[in-house]
């Protein structure tokens, strides 16, 4: 059963129509009609945003210091530049986070920025960064700094680097910059992989001590949004598997620069921190595959294939024992809720993974994605990692930096290393990405990049159930009377990750999806006579 209204061809037209030529050309490669799952279509995906057409993407400052680097709860992360960029990455982000043991220390509740003004801009701002850095250290003693460049900073060419290596030598902790100006790249996507190529050479690997646990395991591209990261803890602690290191939802310093120790990476967002999983594999042999914590089936997959790759018996079992005692808390609940839901519609633009990822839990409630997108994902996320040889390198992207990284001569774990082709040879699958369209329906729309009016357009055609989208659209969304949940921020809810998680989510969109209101509320514009009143009505005004 295909949803309400036209065909996804037809819709697709009617998008394009508005557009001038040049502009339609290339939103005609953004948007696409899914064809048979198994041969996704070439999307203009990673390209930049037509200016004007409303985009929801960020800049790579906001990917860098928002997303990747700033949820380590105990390196101080300090902004150079004009406060605003400070100000807004100042816990926009639901990276939630507590302290585990005693005597840590939690930062995130600082923003901290050298608060550029004219004259640094004029004269030059190092300086003033030098003095940020110190007052920095007196204030808090932390055991890292690090200095993230704002877009006047890469203008004017303060070097944030040399700054931060003279600190780092007279103050003897560890100090470390990222040239990730908001203007580099197309969207925070950039600034992940400078992000990535930061940690890797500044963190990963610094403490050799080993940890001693039978199944160890990182989880990469799980940022603890609205408490994911402390569901996925529990389901492990449950099963006996201990995560090093969490990148980097609430997540320590020590942590990171311990997390080379474990035997495997799994990663949850692929788009994020694909680049750290294959320079930890090239230089110390950790194995990686993606995973999939959002939904009760990913989840189940996603354990059953942990267990797997270790492959003893006794955790295999334990797997097992967690999943059947889980699933009986979420099946009622699964069951209950998809009386309500099976055959509702809903679409969802997102990031880069999670327009992906939460269509496994609405499939989990019966629920169909009639279209979906990424805000900044490349198209191996959207076509899977096999179009990686083929995507063609563009200016924009050749702005960032490739580390070249090489096999540690010591460090390098030959066992996993063959651990890992043994596997394979029995068919298991390793830096495994297939993307969003082959798991979507044919004749399912495609949309990177979304603009305002092709929202609207949508929700004129099709009316989905519920769309799934930030803050920037939710309330455009709403005024046209579909419930939005924000997938960013979880609307101030969650989890959503794991057994626990599937259950709130369950109910929250049983309930939006239920209500009656959204058939009451009407848009002024709706009714028949919205012209405004011929005469101002008088206000009594008392001062
Ligand atoms: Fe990865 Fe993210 Fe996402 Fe992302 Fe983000 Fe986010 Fe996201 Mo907002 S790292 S790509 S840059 S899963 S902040 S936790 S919700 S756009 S889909």
Sequence with gaps: MGPKGPTAAEAREQMLDAYPKKTLRKRGKQILVNQEPG???????????????????????????????????DVLHITHGPIGCGWYSWLSRRNMNKIRKEGETNYLQYSMSTDMQEDHIVFGGEKQLEIAIQEAYDEFKPK???????????????????????????????????????????????????????????????????????????????????????????????????????????????????????????????????????????????????VNFIGIEGTKKSLRKIAEYFGDKELVDKVEEVIAKEMSEVRPVQEDVSTRTTGKTAALFVGGSRAHHYQDLFNDMGMQVIAAGYEFAHRDDYEGRDVLPNIKIDADSRNIEELHIEADPERYNQTHAERKKSLEEAGFTF?????????????????????????????????????????????????????????????????????????????????????KVWKLTRAPWQDKDDTPAAETPEVAVTV
């Design 39 to 73: 041969s996704p279509a070439e999307i203009g995906a990673n390209s930049r945003t037509v200016p004007g057409i409303i985009t929801q993407r960020g800049c790579s400052y906001a990917g860098c210091k928002g997303v990747v680097i700033g949820p380590i709860y």
């Design 144 to 290: 890292a700094i690090s200095v993230y460049a704002t877009c006047p900073v890469g203008l004017i060419g303060d070097d944030i680097h040399s700054v931060c290596r003279k600190m780092k030598e007279k103050l003897g902790i560890n100090i470390f910059g990222f040239s990730c100006e908001g203007y580099k790249g197309v969207s925070q996507s950039a600034g992940h992989h400078i992000a990535n190529n930061g940690v890797f050479k500044h963190m990963i690997g610094l403490d050799d001590t080993p940890v001693e646990h039978k199944y160890k395991i990182n989880i990469l591209g799980e940022y603890n949004i609205g408490g994911d990261a402390w569901e996925i803890d529990r389901i492990f602690a449950l099963c006996g598997i201990k995560i090093i290191g969490t990148l980097s939802g609430g997540v320590s310093y020590d942590d990171i620069t311990n997390c080379h120790m474990a035997d495997l990476n799994v990663v949850m967002c692929h788009r994020s921190i694909n680049y750290m999983a294959e320079m930890m594999e090239t230089k110390f042999g950790i194995p990686w595959f993606k």
């Design 431 to 515: 830096e495994d990405y297939e993307g969003m369209m082959r798991q979507m329906a044919k004749d399912t729309l495609i949309i990177d990049d979304i603009s305002h009016h092709e929202l609207e357009k949508l929700i004129e055609l099709y009316k989905p159930d519920v769309i799934g989208s930030g803050v920037k659209d939710k309330y455009v969304i709403e005024k046209m009377g579909v419930p939005c949940k924000q997938l960013h921020s979880y609307d101030y809810g969650g989890p959503y990750a794991g057994f626990k998680g599937a259950i709130n989510f369950f109910q929250e969109i049983d309930r939006m999806t239920s209500s």
